[in-house]
């Protein structure tokens, strides 16, 4: 059974820095697209970044130049840097491959205060 667990969030200052990581039980891990999506209470699930089996990635408009997605195709691990973060960027954080989603796991919360 296909799992992904989220660490890293936490409660954090407007300006500060996180850093999440997510380990996927996924053995054709290296030939999946991945994402880091986000969603905050009555709201839907939205994508906030991806990245390509060739490392190219994506970003929604408003993360761009302050989050910054990764990979580490040996760990089957997905990382996400959050920097300049801001009150509007508190949700609950998933990851999850890009297309075909699996079941999703816990999240990670990110709160950030102003």
């Known amino acids: 059974q296909v799992q992904f667990v989220e660490s890293g969030g936490g409660l954090v200052q407007a300006g500060g820095s996180l850093r999440l990581s997510c380990a996927a039980s996924l053995n054709t891990f290296s030939g999946r697209h991945m994402a880091w999506y986000r969603q905050s209470p009555g709201k839907q699930r939205d994508l906030v970044a991806a990245?390509?089996?060739?490392?190219?990635?994506d970003y929604t408009d408003s993360v761009k130049g302050r989050f910054t997605i990764s990979r580490d195709n040996t760990k089957k691990a997905v990382f996400l840097q959050m920097n300049s973060l801001k009150p509007e960027d508190t949700a609950r954080y998933y990851c999850n491959t890009r297309t075909a989603p699996y079941n999703w796991g816990q999240g990670t919360q990110v709160t950030v205060s102003s």
């Open positions: 990245i390509t089996t060739g490392g190219t990635t």
